[in-house]
């Protein structure tokens, strides 16, 4: 195929046409709603099951509300994502590997404790997990699927910012 394409719009194009520009912009805006909602999601219901734990004392509807933290989140993230370069975003990226660094710790410390041998399980009929229905659960499901189906996309633009094009330099800013 000759030319240099250098974003999804140009090589779809080239290959399916107009209306294939729509569909990879759909599913790049997917892509940024999905992240944001998973990890805004998985955000608040760890807040308030830590200040459910922590301080039982404080737990009021509003601090046991996962918008609560959720909207917290969002104004303390309103600079970080108004940043526009990726050298900017080198703190978002050292948060988010100690948040990783800390769940692993935090698992494996659980699973050497066996702290979870004293914890009775509850679910007795497990048949209503595999009982498919439309409401928000269906909705996080999709954001979820979309997610991880979608995740790739982010590597095409990102290795086209690059100053020095080669897979070396790809993988050390994914790293």
Not at 49 to 67: D, G, H, K, Q, Y
Not at 104 to 125: C, F, G
Not at 153 to 159: A, N
Request: charged share 20%.
């Amino acid at each position: 195929m000759p030319g240099n394409f250098e974003t999804f719009y140009e090589l779809s194009y080239m290959l399916y046409g107009k209306p294939s520009i729509y569909f990879i912009a759909f599913n790049i805006t997917m892509i940024g709603w999905s992240m944001a909602m998973v990890y805004f999601i998985v955000f608040g219901d760890i807040c308030v099951s830590l200040i459910n734990s922590i301080w039982p004392a404080m737990a009021t509807e509003i601090i046991n509300s996962r918008a609560t933290f959720v909207i917290l989140l969002a104004l303390g993230l309103i600079r970080e994502i108004l940043k526009k370069d990726l050298k900017e975003l080198k703190i978002v990226s050292v948060i988010l590997f100690m948040g990783v660094i800390s769940f692993v710790a935090l698992i494996a410390e659980e699973l050497i404790s066996k702290e979870q041998d004293k914890i009775p399980n509850k679910d007795t009929d497990t048949s209503e997990y595999w009982i498919g229905s439309w409401d928000m659960k269906a909705l996080t499901g999709f954001s979820v699927l979309f997610t991880a189906f979608n995740m790739q996309g982010s590597i095409f633009p990102m290795f086209n910012s690059l100053k020095e094009k080669t897979n070396k330099n790809a993988l050390r800013a994914i790293d």
